[in-house]
């Protein structure tokens, strides 16, 4: 059985070295479980290069039938423990940074509140990293995925919205269409040394927009305090604005052309079973959040 465990999570990492690590054995074990099981079924499971991993025909019958094995034997032991594993040790999670500060962060303090055998270790960045190999529970991410080795799990609606203070509108004017922003000052957000284009919808297209200014930030708080002071335009995510346009310090503009609300996502490895750490978190959402943004005005 554990040579089958090891099979579907040398497939998951696509690497010797970080299924053993993960497992917590040698990678001459890992290899040696991969010889045993090859060597009993009388065929070559995976094709290994210095670069790659991937399964063979018979490896891809084998490796599917694993998962539903071990999928099976988690599902008897969580009916045997009638609902009574609790959540313990580890969870390893990475979320966007001003997102995560703001409406991660009350959640796991709720969940280490709840289950006094856990430890979570939270990783603030607003880069996308392959979890997998990084070794990750969950991944708050905001946008699409497109790693089929990951379950995703839509959590709330997000949406960009174009704003700016009163004090700013009452003195340059609304603009009226896209165009019109060429005569404004522009809030510029700079991620990884590139400059992010605001996006908008137009005749059912996206159109990006590369918005100029004299103020480029890296740090979308920043951002917002600056277009709280008047200085300028500013296209943020609704969970940074939403409360500052609640109660009337910003007003959203150009709405006719405000791009198709994308899903905030959290994703785990394809896994044989969702262990109760991971459940649990994710849970919470399901709970405090009941699929709404919460932060909507």
């Not at 979320?95 to 280490?112: A, C, D, N, S, T």
């Not at 005569?183 to 996206?206: C, E, T």
């Not at 910003?250 to 791009?259: A, K, M, R």
């Amino acid at each position: 059985m554990f040579d089958l465990k090891v099979l579907a999570d040398v497939v998951e990492t696509g690497s010797f070295t970080r299924s053993s690590e993960r497992l917590k054995i040698s990678r001459s074990a890992v290899g040696k479980c991969i010889t045993r099981l090859e060597s009993r079924l009388q065929a070559r499971l995976l094709h290994r290069t210095t670069r790659s991993i991937r399964l063979s025909d018979e490896g891809q019958v084998v490796y599917e039938a694993a998962l539903r094995i071990l999928l099976e034997i988690e599902s008897i032991e969580n009916t045997l423990s009638q609902g009574q594993i609790k959540p313990r040790g580890l969870l390893r999670i990475t979320v966007p940074v001003v997102f995560g500060r703001r409406f991660i962060m009350p959640l796991v303090q709720e969940y280490l509140q709840r289950w006094s055998d856990v430890e979570v270790d939270v990783d603030f960045s607003d880069d996308y990293c392959d979890i997998v190999s990084e070794g990750f529970d969950v991944a708050i991410r905001i946008g699409g995925n497109d790693d089929n080795r990951l379950v995703r799990k839509v959590l709330a609606p997000h949406r960009l919205i174009t704003c700016a203070s009163v004090r700013y509108l009452e003195k340059y004017n609304i603009p009226q269409n896209i165009s019109e922003l060429d005569s404004h000052k522009a809030l510029i957000f700079r991620h990884r040394g590139n400059m992010v284009p605001w996006q908008f919808r137009v005749d059912q297209r996206q159109q990006l927009y590369r918005a100029k200014g004299r103020l480029v930030l890296s740090d979308t708080e920043a951002i917002l305090n600056a277009a709280l002071d008047g200085q300028g335009i500013c296209q943020l995510g609704e969970f940074l604005v939403g409360e500052s346009i609640a109660k009337g310090h910003l007003v959203p503009i150009l709405t006719n052309y405000s791009t198709p609300e994308l899903p905030i996502l959290a994703l785990y490895p394809t896994k044989r079973y969702l262990p109760p750490k991971v459940r649990m978190f994710l849970s919470l959402f399901d709970e405090c959040w009941q699929g709404k943004a919460i932060w909507r005005f």
